[in-house]
């Protein structure tokens, strides 16, 4: 059966892994691969992990992300959320679901507070 329209094609599922680091205190979760529906959840239990145990907003860094779409990156535009990093691919994305970002190459950098929830789940 041939993918509905808007499906990821096999060949762009990958693989992604998740690792939580810390800058001085901060904890930063660093995304590499390809973060998409299935990604999502990944990314809500880490996230989860890292509020249980750390107060305070959550650094996500997602300059090795490359390819998303708004499912997969919904759990990163939470309010507690900052985007300290984004691949040109992220970066793209989030300038079309009205994010402001500055910066370009592998390493763009979100500009503003805590990313909001604008657009979550589109």
């Known amino acids: ?8 094609p096999r060949e762009r599922v990958g693989e992604l892994s998740l690792e939580v680091r810390r800058a001085g205190e901060r904890p930063v979760i660093v995304v590499s691969g390809e973060l998409d529906m299935v990604g999502r959840e990944l990314l809500e239990a880490v996230l989860a ?6 107060a305070g907003a959550v650094a996500v860094d997602l300059s090795g992300v490359s390819y998303a779409n708004s ?45 909001r929830a604008r657009g979550a789940g589109t």
């Open 71 to 115: 499912h997969g990156l919904a759990p990163a535009l939470d309010g507690d959320v900052v985007l300290v990093a984004a691949s040109p691919w992220v970066s793209r994305l989030l300038r079309l679901m009205g994010h402001p970002v500055h910066g370009g190459g592998s390493s763009g950098e979100v500009d503003g507070p805590p990313a």
């Open 1 to 8: 059966m041939p993918p509905h329209e808007g499906s990821v």
């Open 49 to 54: 992990h890292v509020r249980s145990t750390h």
